[in-house]
């Protein structure tokens, strides 16, 4: 029977007796496990990034913006053809199982003014639903009520960051600002949600009821015009099976013959954030192979220093024949220096991997999740790349012909 605690002592005391060697020969496992994590935490934290910039969009979301609108043969971009109703997407709510809330927006930029201080921002006609719908909360004040939306009230909810260019520390609770030179009363104050993946600042907004929006602030093509409508499916799936229904409603409503195309986009923000996250998972592979490389190089590495120290011990190794040491004795010694070398520099690989992986994302914008995953992979591959190549080394050892083994100088 093999005694693999013998076998891991005299491993142990090879490579102390080539203390430099042993370290220049684990360098390509250091760099090679260090890199792949380093990589694949940069993989990981592009991931979570995504994932983050979606839940800021809310959840299940599927966004309805107004058509293409064609001029003398020009084609302008989308939600240039001003055909999306707030009734539209109530519509969809009101009909369609699968649609858990329908919430209307009618937006553009404007100029605010509060006493001396004034402040240019995107304002947003919408109802309590686009707050639900985004899963966002109040820092204090209060939303929309029915009342609001029905009579058109001249109230309005500020981000975090016009909060500050207008009002700086005071409470802007019950003060008037004005939107376009009309008076609006605050009645509330988002909590702060920072900027988006894309560099946008989602504090620096304003939301006033949609219907103060279409009758009182945003010059409207015919009533009850919206820019787009903003869907949350019940859940992920449904924003799949739910698109035909929804098409097939606001053709109706819309009174589309069969000949004439879609006068609305529909766009599953579900589906996107799917391929997003798919390109940002084969990136992240890709990243990892390319830095696996380096652990190849780094086997090779072993195999030619353990060539070199079967040609050195050759002496040795048939003294251990010569006293009855059998071959597989002879290959699982080689084979365990060659192991225990590929761990030790995984280890240490680990170590240096962590801290990159923390350089890089303190460095960049750039977020670096280092997984579980991410640490075992690497190390455990480190540990295939040891026996791989350290058989070849410890095979040729136990083919040596003990007589010539000893007589070898």
């Given at each position: 029977?093999?005694?693999?605690?013998?076998?891991?002592?005299?491993?142990?005391?090879?490579?102390?007796?080539?203390?430099?060697?042993?370290?220049?020969?684990?360098?390509?496992?250091?760099?090679?496990v260090?890199?792949?994590?380093?990589?694949?935490?940069?993989?990981?934290?592009?991931?979570?990034?995504?994932?983050?910039?979606?839940?800021?969009?809310g959840?299940?979301?599927?966004?309805?913006?107004?058509?293409?609108?064609?001029?003398?043969?020009?084609?302008?971009?989308?939600?240039s053809?001003?055909?999306?109703?707030?009734?539209?997407?109530?519509?969809?709510?009101?009909?369609?199982?699968?649609?858990?809330l329908?919430?209307?927006?009618?937006?553009?930029?404007?100029?605010?003014?509060?006493?001396n201080?004034?402040?240019?921002?995107?304002?947003?006609?919408?109802?309590?639903?686009?707050?639900?719908?985004?899963?966002?909360?109040?820092?204090?004040?209060?939303?929309?009520?029915?009342?609001?939306?029905?009579?058109?009230?001249?109230?309005?909810?500020?981000?975090?960051?016009?909060?500050?260019?207008?009002?700086?520390?005071?409470?802007?609770?019950?003060?008037?600002?004005?939107?376009?030179?009309?008076?609006?009363?605050?009645?509330?104050?988002?909590?702060?949600?920072?900027?988006?993946?894309?560099?946008?600042?989602?504090?620096d907004?304003?939301?006033?009821?949609?219907?103060?929006?279409?009758?009182?602030v945003?010059?409207?093509?015919?009533?009850?015009?919206?820019?787009?409508?903003?869907?949350?499916?019940?859940?992920?799936?449904?924003?799949?099976?739910?698109?035909?229904?929804i098409?097939?409603?606001?053709?109706?409503?819309?009174?589309?013959?069969?000949?004439?195309?879609?006068?609305?986009?529909?766009?599953?923000?579900?589906?996107?954030?799917?391929?997003?996250?798919?390109?940002?998972?084969?990136?992240?592979?890709?990243?990892?192979?390319?830095?696996?490389?380096?652990?190849?190089?780094?086997?090779?590495?072993?195999?030619?220093?353990?060539?070199?120290?079967?040609?050195?011990?050759?002496?040795?190794?048939?003294?251990?024949?010569?006293?009855?040491?059998?071959?597989?004795?002879?290959?699982?010694q080689?084979?365990?220096?060659?192991?225990?070398?590929?761990?030790?520099?995984?280890?240490?690989?680990?170590?240096?991997?962590?801290?990159?992986?923390?350089?890089?994302?303190?460095?960049?914008?750039?977020?670096?999740?280092?997984?579980?995953?991410?640490?075992?992979?690497?190390?455990?591959?480190?540990?295939?790349?040891?026996?791989?190549?350290?058989?070849?080394?410890?095979?040729?050892?136990?083919?040596?012909?003990?007589i010539?083994?000893?007589?070898?100088?």
């Amino acid at each position: 029977m093999i005694d693999l605690k013998t076998i891991f002592a005299i491993a142990i005391r090879a490579i102390k007796a080539n203390k430099m060697r042993s370290i220049l020969t684990s360098l390509g496992i250091i760099i090679g496990v260090a890199a792949v994590i380093v990589m694949l935490s940069v993989g990981n934290g592009a991931q979570i990034s995504i994932q983050n910039e979606m839940k800021t969009m809310g959840s299940n979301l599927i966004i309805i913006r107004s058509g293409v609108a064609t001029s003398s043969g020009a084609r302008g971009g989308g939600g240039s053809q001003p055909t999306m109703k707030k009734a539209d997407g109530d519509a969809i709510q009101e009909k369609i199982d699968a649609i858990k809330l329908a919430a209307p927006q009618l937006d553009e930029t404007a100029q605010l003014v509060y006493g001396n201080a004034n402040w240019a921002t995107v304002v947003t006609g919408t109802d309590n639903r686009f707050f639900q719908i985004k899963e966002w909360d109040l820092a204090y004040g209060k939303f929309f009520s029915e009342s609001d939306v029905k009579t058109a009230a001249k109230v309005a909810i500020l981000g975090q960051t016009v909060v500050n260019e207008l009002f700086g520390d005071v409470d802007p609770l019950g003060k008037n600002i004005r939107v376009k030179g009309i008076p609006f009363k605050i009645i509330g104050v988002l909590q702060s949600r920072g900027q988006s993946g894309m560099g946008q600042d989602q504090d620096d907004a304003v939301y006033i009821p949609i219907t103060t929006a279409q009758k009182k602030v945003m010059g409207i093509s015919f009533p009850d015009q919206v820019k787009m409508v903003l869907l949350q499916a019940v859940d992920a799936k449904s924003t799949y099976t739910s698109q035909d229904e929804i098409k097939q409603l606001l053709r109706q409503r819309h009174n589309l013959g069969v000949n004439k195309d879609d006068d609305f986009i529909i766009m599953n923000l579900t589906q996107m954030m799917e391929m997003m996250e798919s390109s940002t998972q084969i990136m992240t592979i890709l990243l990892g192979a390319i830095a696996s490389i380096s652990l190849l190089v780094g086997g090779i590495g072993i195999m030619n220093i353990m060539l070199v120290s079967v040609t050195e011990r050759t002496r040795e190794i048939g003294i251990r024949m010569a006293i009855g040491a059998k071959a597989w004795d002879i290959r699982w010694q080689f084979l365990m220096e060659a192991l225990v070398l590929s761990l030790i520099g995984g280890l240490v690989g680990v170590f240096f991997g962590l801290i990159g992986s923390y350089v890089v994302g303190a460095a960049s914008s750039l977020p670096a999740s280092v997984s579980l995953g991410s640490v075992l992979l690497p190390f455990s591959f480190a540990g295939m790349v040891g026996l791989i190549f350290g058989f070849y080394p410890a095979y040729k050892a136990s083919l040596l012909n003990p007589i010539n083994a000893l007589r070898y100088e």
